[in-house]
């Protein structure tokens, strides 16, 4: 039973620039070769055509780069990436402490939450063209915001 499950784990892995890779990163990197970046049209309506909330999802969204952000980044290689959020995590906290105490907790929160949606929704079309297309540059939104 042991090798069964152990088998069926590589045949679901597929190569890409000689390294191998998991069935979520497949199907992840599959996806953005055939329908582009997030920012595009054709993957908008790609995505549309998944069915299931949990697909769209995994194609969309990184659940470990929500919680963890700028570890993640770190933790799959992604140095600059990672320098990046590391600026943008330091200015709002700059900004943060010229807002009165009564209003930073909230605001902090907020901060917290929108930086966790945005290392979620970058790290996957972030790590694809780093792996894939060998694109390792600072700036994370490249094809997630803009074209």
Known sequence: ????TQSQKFENQQQFNGKLYDEVWTDRFNFF??????????YKEALKQLDGFLKKARINMNFYAFFFGLIYFLIKGMYKGALTLLGIYFVLAVILMF???AIADALGNGIGIASGI????????????KEVLGEDDFNIFKGVLTK
């Not at 039973?1 to 069964?4: L, N, R, T, V």
């Not at 070769?33 to 920012?39: E, I, L, Y």
């Not at 945005?118 to 063209?129: E, H, K, Q």
């Open 33 to 42: 070769q055939k329908n582009g970046g997030p920012a595009t049209s054709s």
């Open 118 to 129: 945005l290392s979620g929704m970058t790290a996957n079309y972030t790590f694809y063209r």
């Open 99 to 101: 807002v009165p105490d």
């Open 1 to 4: 039973m042991q090798q069964e």
